[in-house]
């Protein structure tokens, strides 16, 4: 709480657009130095120079967004008798393989009707079940294994239809279904990545990578996915973020770090429970990075921004 409330505070002062901090406007440090000097030295730490503190709010925004999200599997674990949180989205995806998974879903629907926070992390925990098992962060570029699997994310989607209706809406699971058709058609460019005869370094991969963010070669979901492989093959996960800036930019950039989004995988997850987001990613990626769609993006991430003073009241007001 102590550091959340120091990253607030610096994001409102000093926060550019794209999610990085004005130099300038760093003078904050001076502005409360007395209070920053009762820190505890490794807080204190994390906010002693612009990039430090950039990074900082990042990390303060991923804890607050993993804190709800355990608030919410432990409201739903109570319903589903998992002894610990950690084991929701284990029993969630247990579901699909039992005897009756229609039935089994539709009664934990019913249950969490009056418990909102129990049915958003019922939700929560398909979207994890379906993220960990079919699609994972794209270091095929590194590994040439197909970890984004795609195939059998298709074929899971439409296996289960019945009980993903149960707790997802028709546009909801409609947009899935698009999601899973997208990336079977992008996988090639994914994985196809082995040269006979040769290593399959990181470099091996990245041409054929690079190709893929090629304009018109596929959808923004592709383009993301190619982009962040490419930067993770050649400088690991921030190079995965930095792939998804060529894509869409800082703008954007930013506020993933906002909604306490680490890698592309977060943003897919979100889309599954998110149609307009969803719709946005199965377009055209833009021209160039920080215009159009990205800055379409960039808007409905800050709507999700863990710093957003009104997220609640912009909630109800799409609800309505």
């Given at each position: 709480m102590l550091a959340d409330t120091v990253a607030a505070s610096l994001r409102h002062f000093a926060m550019l657009a794209d999610g990085t901090l004005d130099p300038i406007r760093f003078g904050w440090r001076q502005k409360y130095s007395d209070a920053l000097r009762a820190l505890p030295e490794d807080m204190a730490a994390q906010f002693e120079n612009a990039a430090n503190a950039t990074e900082a709010i990042g990390h303060v925004a991923h804890i607050r967004q993993e804190a709800l999200s355990a608030y919410q599997k432990v409201a739903i674990s109570k319903l589903i008798e998992a002894r610990h949180p950690d084991d929701v989205v284990k029993i969630v995806g247990e579901i699909f393989s039992g005897k009756n998974p229609v039935g089994t879903m539709r009664e934990l629907v019913l249950e969490t009707k009056n418990d909102p926070a129990a049915r958003e992390g019922l939700r929560k925990a398909v979207a994890d079940f379906i993220t960990s098992r079919f699609i994972?962060?794209?270091?095929?570029?590194?590994?040439?294994?197909?970890?984004?699997?795609?195939?059998?994310?298709?074929?899971?989607?439409?296996?289960?239809?019945?009980?993903?209706?149960?707790?997802?809406?028709?546009?909801?699971?409609?947009?899935?279904?698009?999601?899973?058709?997208?990336?079977?058609?992008?996988?090639?460019?994914?994985?196809?990545?082995?040269?006979?005869?040769?290593?399959?370094?990181?470099?091996?991969?990245?041409?054929?990578?690079?190709?893929?963010?090629?304009?018109?070669?596929?959808?923004?979901?592709?383009?993301?996915?190619?982009?962040?492989?490419?930067?993770?093959?050649?400088?690991?996960?921030?190079?995965?973020?930095?792939?998804?800036?060529?894509?869409?930019?800082?703008?954007?950039?930013?506020?993933?770090?906002?909604?306490?989004?680490?890698?592309?995988?977060?943003?897919?997850?979100?889309?599954?429970?998110?149609?307009?987001?969803?719709?946005?990613?199965?377009?055209?990626?833009?021209?160039?990075?920080?215009?159009?769609?990205?800055?379409?993006?960039?808007?409905?991430?800050?709507?999700?921004?863990?710093y957003a003073p009104t997220q609640g009241v912009q909630r109800e007001e799409e609800k309505r």
């Open positions: 994972s962060n794209t270091e095929a570029a590194t590994s040439g294994q197909n970890l984004v699997k795609a195939d059998a994310f298709q074929t899971f989607v439409k296996t289960h239809q019945g009980a993903l209706r149960q707790v997802l809406s028709a546009t909801e699971y409609n947009l899935l279904k698009a999601i899973a058709a997208d990336l079977r058609r992008s996988n090639r460019s994914l994985t196809a990545v082995r040269i006979p005869g040769q290593s399959n370094t990181a470099q091996d991969a990245l041409p054929e990578l690079r190709r893929s963010l090629e304009p018109g070669t596929g959808s923004l979901l592709l383009q993301l996915l190619a982009g962040a492989a490419s930067g993770y093959g050649a400088a690991g996960v921030k190079g995965g973020l930095a792939g998804i800036a060529t894509v869409l930019g800082k703008n954007v950039l930013g506020r993933m770090r906002e909604a306490g989004m680490t890698k592309v995988d977060d943003l897919i997850r979100q889309a599954m429970l998110d149609p307009e987001l969803a719709r946005m990613l199965l377009g055209k990626a833009p021209a160039k990075p920080d215009t159009g769609s990205a800055m379409t993006i960039a808007h409905r991430l800050r709507r999700l921004s863990v």
